[in-house]
């Protein structure tokens, strides 16, 4: 009995202290703020709604499958006479390699003709942010198109400009730095267009060439949750043939979208009209962020 005393009064000390250690270790551990994603949720006043979010999108669309095959086929007219196995590959497109389908995928197409050559593609880019405690997908993405907003020379968009005041200058004399009115009004002047200002447009021949007027590269309204155009034509060759290349940039939520047209024409004196160039880029495009809302 006296044996069995002593060890049961040997075994209450020691169950106190460990008890006592992990309250202790308890303690330590609970305000250390640690690496867990909601470790801020316990800091009094802390506001758990602000944590920035995974994007929208987790995946992207087989490249290949993801754009209008009739729109595709308006855009690359094929040759006569092609073989039916030759025009289905054309059109399937042939898709870019790719590391990891999840983050980048894209595919191409090419159609040529007597007179010109076609070629088309497109680009999938799902952007993720690695520092999600201070960046979501949303705005690394918004970051990721800025940058090429800007290589493309086009400025951010800014706010629409406050009305003109009701004392303003009369119509016949435009105040010092205001933009032309013409080119607000038609909403589709290029940024690297010419921005001498013309009060006769009628009466000024160097602002009115005889070629079809060029749209050029600006920011667009209403694809996606923004857009721009970058539209160049190459300069005239030995054909004096000029070759346009139109790509239409375009982000929905956290993943960016390029649409790139090109028409080569082989005949001289050929220019690829800029309007229906941009046009059909665009439908296209339009038929891809439709895609991305469904």
Do not use: H
Not at 32 to 60: A, E, F, M, V
Not at 137 to 149: E, N
Not at 168 to 190: F, M, V
């Amino acid at each position: 009995m006296q044996r069995k005393t002593v060890r049961v009064r040997g075994v209450l000390p020691a169950v106190a202290m460990l008890a006592a250690l992990t309250a202790g270790l308890t303690a330590c551990t609970d305000g250390g703020g640690g690496i867990g994603i909601n470790s801020g949720d316990s800091k009094p006043g802390g506001n758990p709604g602000t944590t920035p979010q995974p994007g929208k999108y987790r995946s992207l669309p087989m490249p290949c499958k993801a754009v209008d095959g009739k729109k595709v086929k308006a855009m690359l007219p094929a040759a006569e006479g092609l073989a039916p196995q030759a025009l289905a590959a054309l059109y399937a497109g042939v898709a870019d390699p790719s590391y990891d389908a999840d983050r980048r995928v894209g595919c191409r197409w090419t159609a040529q003709t007597p007179n010109e050559t076609r070629l088309l593609s497109v680009d999938f880019e799902r952007v993720v942010s690695y520092d999600r405690a201070t960046t979501s997908d949303d705005d690394k993405a918004r970051q990721v198109y800025g940058r090429q907003l800007t290589a493309a020379n086009l400025p951010a968009p800014v706010p629409s400009a406050s009305p003109t005041p009701s004392g303003a200058a009369p119509s016949g004399a435009a105040p010092s730095g205001a933009p032309s009115p013409t080119a607000s009004a038609s909403g589709s002047a290029a940024p690297g267009a010419s921005t001498s200002p013309s009060t006769s447009p009628s009466t000024s021949p160097s602002s009115s060439p005889s070629a079809p007027p060029e749209l050029g590269s600006r920011v667009l309204d209403g694809l996606g949750d923004e857009a721009f155009v970058d539209d160049k034509l190459a300069a005239a060759g030995a054909t004096a043939a000029r070759a346009r290349t139109v790509r239409i940039v375009f982000r929905t939520s956290n993943v960016i979208v390029t649409v790139e047209y090109s028409v080569q024409p082989a005949l001289p004196g050929t220019v690829p009209p800029s309007g229906e160039t941009q046009d059909r880029a665009r439908q296209l495009a339009q038929a891809l962020v439709e895609r991305f809302d469904d």
